[in-house]
């Protein structure tokens, strides 16, 4: 598959587009304004427990509260207490954990309000970024996300990507972890290190327990509220989760971006190192290689696919609902039940790359068009199910209901990305309605009055419209000449297509233009 990564950088954010074969199948945003990702660990301070939910905000020093349950502490959140107390009084120990002694584990159906207290500094690491009014979703499972291994403090377990299917591989993967991994440590390996040489993988744990170890240090200076770990930024850190052997080609517009990602690719993959370009062209670099394009076919209310199926999207706070139709989609010698079959698995195709796109998670909704024959509800799940496998986000897949419905939960870590593809009527100013016709000759004649008389223009040139200046000229004695006559001026009036049906424009003798 040729993969391709296209990067345009702007003053107010970063955009970031995934092309798979030329089309585009991921498109993620990061705002300059954003403060808060995925993975930033922050210390806080308890600012209000609720009893009645078993939970607490959290006081991060952002404008919004972060939030954590106490099943979101993690079953070793009293270690992590421990911890983050010795860290802050200097104990140089916990940087490797050699010697920590692990905390009993929480009960299951404990109470949040035995373990935090008001006013209390606690150690929480993102795990949803802000949503709409709601602030960050905090965790205590503490975890360090590398491009082959994910490190997990106080938890000594190996876990192996479910994705890696050999078990040769899985237990080869299992013995290499096992004779590098630090004590009191776990270890998560990630699908991509799948066929990875011990080299490989300790020098990418060994990043890991920097990280670690920057933790602990700038834990000794804080004193309230305040981030400590940032995550990478977000142009590398999709580098790191999405990046693999097959991407051919990564383009950047901006040149300390391009500094960047290649200092990254140079540093995890070196012989990478020359698919980074920095793009100079003058065409936007969206438009050069059509992801403009398709963010206006892909993103609205209603999404066409070529065969003529198109899907109707629509938003709600609670859910995402996507209705299939099936348009002209009519083929001779089809029946019924067969061509509901064909548009529903052309449509579970888009509705796949859609919900990576939109980065759509919750619950998702699917009318599908009715099918009688259970082996053609089955066939679709299947289908749906494969092409979901591309999907990196967590999800859930039930099989049709008797009313044709399928239903999908989808890994919800950051809002949805939604892109206005609309713009506002240049006539109506989107308020559906427009001037008379009749209005647009008054206010021409009311600004040419006020340059003949106020301005004393002697010589002046209106564009408009075509039908306005028909309307303008028609006849010998047009309104045209009317107007010269009655002003004593020398008038020219020109007709653009370009020009809307209530737009016009003055230019003075030398041809330039007149601001009114």
């Given at each position: ?12 954010e970063?955009?970031i587009a ?5 089309q ?9 304004g954003?403060k ?6 922050f210390i806080?301070k308890?600012?209000?427990i ?9 006081d991060?020093g ?7 349950h106490y099943?979101?502490?993690g079953?070793?959140y ?9 860290a802050?009084?200097g104990?140089?120990?916990v940087?490797?954990l050699n010697n920590f002694?692990v905390?009993?584990v ?21 795990a949803?970024e802000?949503?709409s009014?709601k602030?960050p979703k905090l965790?205590g499972d503490?975890s ?11 938890i000594?377990r ?5 994705k ?6 899985r ?7 096992q004779?590098i991994?630090p004590?009191n ?5 990630r699908?991509?290190a ?9 020098a ?7 990280q ?5 240090d ?5 004193t309230g509220p305040q981030?400590?770990i940032?995550?990478l930024s ?6 790191r989760?999405v990046?693999t052997d097959d991407?051919n080609?990564?383009?950047v517009?901006n040149e300390?971006?391009?500094q960047?990602v290649r ?26 290689f059509g992801?403009?394009?398709?963010i206006?076919r892909a993103?609205?209310?209603i999404?066409t ?16 609902v996507?209705?299939v139709?099936?348009?002209?989609h009519i083929k001779?010698g089809?029946?019924?039940e067969?061509?509901a079959l ?6 579970a195709?888009e ?7 939109r980065?759509?998670?919750g619950?998702v ?9 259970a ?9 749906m199910?494969?092409?979901?496998k591309?999907?990196?986000a967590?999800?859930?897949?039930l099989p049709?209901s008797?009313?044709?419905l399928?239903q999908?939960?989808?890994q919800r870590v950051?809002p949805?990305?939604?892109?206005d593809v609309q713009?506002k009527?240049?006539?109506c100013?989107?308020?559906?309605t ?6 647009v000759?008054?206010?021409i004649?009311?600004?040419l009055r006020?340059?003949?008389t106020s301005?004393?223009?002697k ?11 028909a309307y303008?000229?028609k006849g ?6 009317q ?9 020219k009036i020109k ?6 049906l209530?737009s016009f424009?003055?230019l003075?003798?030398?041809g330039d233009?007149?601001s009114?």
């Open positions: 598959m040729n993969k391709e990564l296209i990067v345009s950088v702007s003053d107010s970063v955009q995934l092309l798979e074969d030329k585009l199948v991921e498109l993620h945003k990061d705002k300059s954003n808060i990702h995925v993975g930033d660990i806080g308890v600012r209000k609720m009893p009645g939910l078993n939970a607490a905000f959290i991060v952002e404008d919004k509260d972060g939030f954590v099943l979101d502490l079953q070793n009293n270690s992590v207490i421990k911890y983050m107390r010795l802050m009084n104990d140089a120990s940087k490797t002694k905390e009993p929480l009960e299951k159906a404990g109470n949040l309000s035995n373990i935090l207290k008001v006013g209390q500094l606690v150690l929480g690491q993102v949803k802000p949503i009014t602030g965790t503490l360090f996300a590398g491009r082959y291994l994910v490190l997990t403090p106080f000594s190996i876990s192996i990507s479910q890696i299917k050999g078990s040769e591989e237990g080869r993967l299992r013995r290499l972890i004779s991994k004590a440590f776990g270890v998560i390996v699908t991509i799948e066929g990875k040489d011990v080299a490989e993988l300790d990418d744990l060994r990043q890991l327990m920097a670690w170890e920057m933790l602990t700038k834990l000794k200076h804080v981030k400590i940032s995550e977000t142009t590398s850190a999709i580098l989760d990046l991407f080609a990564i383009y517009d300390s971006v391009y960047e200092q990254y690719i140079g540093s995890v993959m070196p012989d990478k190192a020359d698919i980074v370009h920095h793009y100079k062209m003058e065409t936007p670099i969206f438009e050069q992801v403009a394009r398709d206006r993103f609205g209310r999404v696919i070529r065969s003529g199926v198109y899907l109707y999207v629509e938003h709600t706070e609670a859910m995402h996507i209705d139709n099936s348009g002209n001779a089809q029946g019924q067969d061509t064909q548009v529903n698995i052309e449509s195709k509705i796949a790359r859609q919900l990576r796109l980065d759509m998670g619950i909704i699917i009318d599908f068009i009715d099918m009688q024959k082996e053609h509800r089955k066939q679709l799940f299947d289908v199910s494969e092409e979901m591309r999907d990196k967590r999800h859930t897949i049709l008797k009313f044709g399928m999908i939960t989808r950051r949805a990305i939604e892109v713009e009527c240049p006539f100013e989107g308020t559906g427009i001037k008379s016709s009749l209005v000759v008054d206010e004649e009311s600004n006020y340059l003949c301005q004393n223009e010589k002046l040139t209106i564009i408009v419209h075509p039908y306005v200046y303008l000229t010998l004695y047009s309104i045209r000449r107007w010269m006559w009655k002003y004593k001026i020398s008038l007709s653009s297509e370009s020009f809307g209530l424009k003055f003075n003798a030398t233009e007149i009114l």
